[in-house]
């Protein structure tokens, strides 16, 4: 079994456990639920660095990135450095993320927020709207083309964005549809964690251009965000390159600010 199908046979038990615990009746009556979304995929069609910028304590290829930081203080460094907007993992087992860290954020940023889970169930897009998120991910290796089709329709009627990552031709093909916003492009294969920036460029002429393309995982210059935007990319997910320093907030300023100099 490789690491995604862990992650996601373990996320089947967790949501049916979240599902006792808090019915949907409460998350659909929480104060955020009735807040009103910011689109990131409008954020990046008019932005010149289109970053997108992740708190990730741990990963499972790398264990701690570091656990010493205030999700609070790292939305507002990120804010103030002037990024299109924020990704927050709530994956607690692999990744030592959780809905609080979501809420936290959503405290203290107007930025548009993505939920980054490994969503399996549509109770998990009515907790992102419940916590503040702004954005969905989906991920086509983990689903089929009608649970795409139905929970990204789901996400719109929330006015939630829809961002939908594949790793090869065939995840895209089966995520092209109207009710997705972005499609994300993840450089790392989730089954080896190779990362590559080599499958962004191969499946960029592949992606029609109503979508917004986004490159996830690996970004970590200059260099290499100046050659995805020749193939069209107009975001980038950038985690472990601004998480692995004492201040990402300030991290991520001095990437943006080289990036537009």
């Known amino acids: 079994m490789n690491i995604l199908d862990k992650i996601t046979s373990d996320k089947y038990k967790e949501v049916a456990l979240r599902k006792q615990l808090i019915p949907t009746r409460q998350l659909e009556q929480s ?43 790292v939305a507002k460094g990120y804010e103030n450095a002037g990024v299109c907007g924020m990704s927050v993992l709530t994956d607690g087992k692999y990744f030592g993320g959780s809905l609080d860290d ?41 689903l089929n083309k009608n649970e795409l089709k139905s929970f990204s329709e789901f996400a719109k009627r929330l006015k939630l964005d829809v961002l939908l990552e594949v790793h090869n031709e065939e995840e895209l093909h089966k995520s092209l549809l109207s009710s997705v916003d972005m499609l994300g492009v993840n450089n790392r294969n989730l089954k080896t964690f190779d990362v590559s920036l080599d499958t962004s460029k191969a499946l ?54 080289n990036l537009e100099n």
């Open 31 to 73: 104060v955020l639920f009735q807040r009103a979304t910011v689109s990131l995929s409008n954020k990046l069609k008019n932005s010149n660095t289109g970053i997108i910028a992740e708190h990730k304590r741990r990963s499972p290829s790398k264990s701690i990135i570091n656990n010493n930081l205030d999700v609070f203080e």
């Open 204 to 257: 960029s002429k592949l992606i029609p251009d109503d979508f917004i393309k986004v490159s996830e995982s690996g970004i970590s210059n200059i260099t290499a965000i100046k050659e995805l935007k020749d193939y069209g990319y107009q975001g980038f997910l950038i985690g472990e390159n601004f998480m692995k320093t004492d201040d990402p907030g300030y991290s991520a300023k001095i990437f943006i600010h």
């Open 102 to 142: 979501l809420l936290h954020a959503r405290a203290s940023i107007n930025l548009p927020i993505l939920r980054k889970e490994f969503i399996i169930d549509e109770y998990q897009i009515l907790e992102a709207k419940a916590y503040g998120a702004d954005v969905i991910l989906l991920i086509a290796a983990i």
